[in-house]
């Protein structure tokens, strides 16, 4: 059966992913260091996991694989999953795949090497998550179920 996966760390699209889950009747586990209110939706498990860098990130790579789905905005947890053969998605929809998960990471990667040579620290931020953001993910999220679901078959 497919499980939807989510990392819970800023995660804006929870309730989105948990009504989906609920309509479709497939188990979805919301993985984070706590700090979350659980639901009391029996499809809904929450995973704690021990403080630490990444322990939500290996929890969750070490659980997926093909026939579920993913949402996450950590690109090497994403690379991970991908590898995996789990189909995983961004906040706003768009779809981590094994054609473009090599381009988002050097991509990280550049930006993280831009930023470490800003001297005064400046930058964005990036812009706020919208309506249209959680449509499409909404959207997304239903066409990677269905995916999901014929790959486990």
Request: with cysteine.
């Amino acid at each position: 059966m497919t499980v939807i996966y989510i990392d819970a760390d800023a995660c804006p699209v929870k309730a989105e992913a948990e009504r989906v889950a609920t309509r479709h009747r497939l188990a979805m586990k919301i993985v984070s260091n706590g700090g979350l209110r659980p639901s009391q939706n029996p499809f809904i498990e929450h995973v704690i996991v021990a403080e630490g860098p990444d322990e939500a990130d290996m929890w969750i790579a070490d659980r997926c694989g093909k026939g579920d789905v993913v949402v996450t905005g950590d690109i090497p947890l994403a690379a991970k999953c991908v590898a995996t053969g789990a189909r995983v998605l961004r906040h706003n929809g768009e779809a981590f795949t094994p054609a473009n998960i090599g381009q988002q990471l050097a991509m990280r990667d550049l930006m993280a090497d831009l930023r470490a040579a800003n001297p005064l620290g400046a930058g964005g931020g990036g812009r706020g998550f919208t309506k249209a953001d959680r449509s499409r993910f909404l959207e997304a999220l239903e066409r990677e179920i269905r995916a999901a679901q014929k790959d486990k078959t």
